[in-house]
């Protein structure tokens, strides 16, 4: 009994120390909001009513006069990176844009138990977006706006730019999703060239064709990874630390701890998993190489060359297929895979402040 008591006590303590170490952290991203704040800048948390249901998006620039950008995030379901929990995170944006961090719908911030289910589709996600470049049109006086999409949040920027052209500057995609049947096809064909492991290879061919079930996809996922086609690491480049993405949210002052609840485990499991209308669309219906064929704005692709999540090969080639109306630019990212390390990740953000120059 004497040994339970001291381990309570040992995980009181720790618990007490990390929630020390977050309200202090909180305060000092605080005290550089104020500042911003001070010299007329902006860096604010807004609550809007999006289509029915309570939506949440950070604000923040140095320059009230800058140009908006609004980021869509990875998921669905967890608004990792460019989330509402961004705040302070992203200095060099900061300084040359009026960045927006958005959790849609379903995730993060913007996760609620009641959301209907039937809204739970990409066109709705189209729509929701509509909605916010719309409010910040309007707020910042803004006839356009540009838009940077990650991964799964590039299926709702292509299809947004593909509808609303008019709304939107230019368009920077970053792990380009295309379609989940082809990128499969792609990569399951590179595993099996490049693994001499029999047992893989006889797993590989029960899979049948892509897309693959639900149970293929985690083993076919297991394989991508091991073979480092989502994460990529050599002699001279390091693995990009995936709980770095989680880092701001645990001393984001925007985030309660039940928001970061939603972020690991409510809301990503409604959007992965309940919302089987939505994954149906993603894992079987998406093809952007036949849906979209031309696009009224510039637009800017950066993808790892060694990503085999959203298939390099494949979005090169949507990228070459695809006609735009004024620059368009591939930027391969050579010691990345689907996530982005710094230095890849640095050129992204560089590519964006010389585009809006």
Not at 101 to 110: L, P, V
Not at 251 to 277: M, N, Q
Not at 290 to 315: A, C, M, R, S, W
Request: charged content about 25%; some cysteine.
């Amino acid at each position: 009994m004497y040994f339970l008591f001291i381990g309570i006590g040992i995980l009181i303590f720790a618990l007490i120390s990390i929630l020390l170490v977050r309200h202090i952290i909180q305060r000092k991203v605080l005290k550089k909001s104020n500042e911003l704040i001070d010299n007329s800048g902006v860096s604010e948390l807004v609550e809007l009513n999006i289509n029915g249901t309570k939506q949440y998006i950070f604000i923040e620039g140095k320059d009230k006069e800058e140009s908006v950008i609004l980021f869509l995030h990875g998921g669905p379901g967890q608004p990792l990176p460019f989330g509402v929990s961004s705040r302070g995170v992203y200095p060099k944006i900061t300084e040359n844009f009026i960045a927006v961090y958005y959790d849609q719908r379903g995730a993060g911030k913007s996760y609620q138990s009641d959301i209907p289910l039937d809204t739970m589709n990409i066109n709705q996600f189209v729509e929701d977006t509509n909605e916010i470049v719309d409010y910040l049109r309007e707020r910042f006086n803004q006839d356009k706006i540009y838009l940077a999409c990650m991964s799964w949040g590039s299926i709702i920027g292509m299809k947004y730019v593909d509808r609303y052209p008019e709304k939107i500057n230019t368009y920077f995609g970053i792990s380009q999703f295309v379609s989940n049947a082809k990128t499969q096809k792609l990569s399951t064909k590179w595993l099996i060239e490049i693994t001499e492991d029999k047992k893989m290879k006889e797993d590989i061919a029960s899979f049948g064709n892509p897309p693959y079930s639900i149970e293929n996809e985690e083993k076919y996922s297991k394989y991508i990874s091991k073979y480092s086609g989502d994460n990529y690491s050599d002699e001279t480049t390091s693995k990009v630390n995936i709980l770095s993405y989680l880092k701001p949210m645990l001393y984001s002052p925007d985030y309660t701890l039940k928001d970061i609840y939603k972020v690991v485990y409510s809301g990503a499991k409604f959007s992965l998993f309940k919302s089987k209308v939505l994954q149906k669309e993603i894992q079987h219906e998406v093809d952007l190489q036949e849906e979209v064929k031309i696009v009224k704005v510039p637009v800017y692709l950066f993808q790892g060359v060694h990503d085999k999540l959203t298939n390099y090969d494949l979005t090169e080639a949507f990228f070459n297929e695809l006609k735009v109306h004024g620059e368009k630019e591939f930027i391969p990212l050579e010691k990345s895979a689907h996530y982005p390390n710094k230095e890849d990740f640095k050129i992204f953000i560089d590519k964006m402040i010389e585009v809006s120059r």
